[in-house]
Nanobody, 117 residues
C-alpha cells in the first residue's frame, strides 16, 4: 500500500519561501503511469491544485501559481518537494501531497501551513 507523508514548517513569514516535502513509501516515485501532485485547501474554500510532477520528471503548474511554484524530487529518498516563493497570507492552507493516475488515488494526511508575521 502506498503511503504519503507531508512535512515542513507550519508557520512561514510573508515574502519568504514555503518548502514542503512529501515522503512516499510503498512504491517508487518513478513508477510509470503515475503523477505526484500538490493540492491545497485554504480555510473555508475548496481544493486547489498547485502543481504536479510526472514519473519521468516533467512538471506542470496551476497558471495562478506558476510564477512562484517549483516541484522537484529526490529519487534516492523517494521524496518530492514543493517550494512556493513570495508567500502571502492568501497562501495559508492545508497542503496535501497526492499520487494519481488519471484521478487522484492516494493522499497524504495534509499539513497546515500558516503565513503570518
Amino acid at each position: 500500500q502506498v503511503q504519503l507523508q507531508e512535512s515542513g514548517p507550519g508557520l512561514v513569514k510573508p515574502s519568504q519561501t514555503l518548502s514542503l516535502t512529501c515522503s512516499v513509501s510503498g512504491d517508487s516515485i518513478t513508477t510509470d503511469n503515475y503523477y505526484y501532485m500538490w493540492i491545497r485547501q485554504p480555510p473555508g474554500k475548496g481544493l486547489e491544485w498547485v502543481g504536479y510532477m510526472l514519473n519521468r520528471g516533467g512538471t506542470h503548474y496551476s497558471p495562478s501559481l506558476k510564477s512562484r511554484a517549483s516541484i522537484s524530487r529526490d529519487t534516492s529518498k523517494n521524496q518530492f518537494t514543493l517550494q512556493l516563493s513570495s508567500v502571502t497570507p492568501e497562501d495559508t492552507a492545508v497542503y496535501y501531497c497526492v499520487r494519481g493516475s488519471g484521478s487522484p488515488i492516494d493522499w497524504g494526511q495534509g499539513t497546515q501551513v500558516t503565513v503570518s508575521s
